[in-house]
Each structure stands twice: as structure tokens, then as C-alpha cells.
């Protein structure tokens, strides 16, 4: 099974930005679904996770301006992004983690101009 996220794309700063992840097929077991990212030359980072469909977690960084939810029934999850701005630009990965070990998608670039 695939993760294929999407919604990415190019925003000024201060705008706003919806990304979406959902299996290609069936999968089952999926207990945290999450959001990384990774700018140029960075290491990838923690972005917002939600364990269970309802303890959510995000890093400092996007806390207030992002929000991540999931429908457990598609097992989809997306991340709104508001009030982006040039350190929000990166490549955006959604991971699945389940007993079975950790699914990622395929990665959807973010860019935000100043």
C-alpha cells in the first residue's frame, strides 16, 4: 500500500495551504498518522501527528497556525496550514504508523514567497 499525499504547491506568505494523505488500498492497523517535513539541506522534521484519531500533537513551530485531522474510517489524514510563511517551505511527507512499522508517502513540496 502507497500513501499518496497531495495539496501542495505555492503560496505567499501569509496564506493558506490544505495537504491531504490517503492510502492507494486497504490498510488497517494504523494507529499514528503524521505529517514531516523537510526543507533544503535540512533534516526532516516533525510537523503535527494524531494517535487514535483524537491525541494530537504538533511541533512549536506550526502550533495555532496548523491543524491536522484524520477520518479513520478512509484512514485519510490532511494538514491545514494557515498563516504560512518562508520557514514553512519544504517538501511535506504524511507517515502511517502501525504494529506492522511505518508507511510514508511519496512527499508534496510547499513553497511560501515572501
Known amino acids: 500500500v502507497q500513501l499518496q499525499a497531495s495539496g501542495g504547491g505555492s503560496v505567499e506568505a501569509g496564506g493558506s495551504l490544505r495537504l491531504d494523505c490517503a492510502p492507494s488500498?486497504?490498510?488497517?492497523?494504523?494507529?499514528?498518522m503524521g505529517w514531516y517535513r523537510q526543507a533544503a539541506g535540512e533534516q526532516r522534521e516533525f510537523v503535527a501527528s494524531v494517535t487514535a484519531g483524537r491525541h494530537k500533537r504538533y511541533a512549536d513551530s506550526v502550533a495555532g497556525r496548523f491543524t491536522i485531522s484524520s477520518d479513520n474510517n478512509k484512514k485519510t489524514v490532511s494538514l491545514q496550514m494557515n498563516n504560512l510563511n518562508h520557514d514553512d517551505t519544504a517538501v511535506y511527507y504524511c507517515?502511517?504508523?502501525?504494529?506492522?512499522?511505518?508507511?510514508w508517502g511519496q512527499g508534496t513540496k510547499v513553497t511560501v514567497s515572501s
Open positions: 507517515k502511517f504508523t502501525s504494529a506492522w512499522g511505518d508507511d
Open positions: 488500498g486497504r490498510i488497517s492497523g494504523v494507529r499514528v
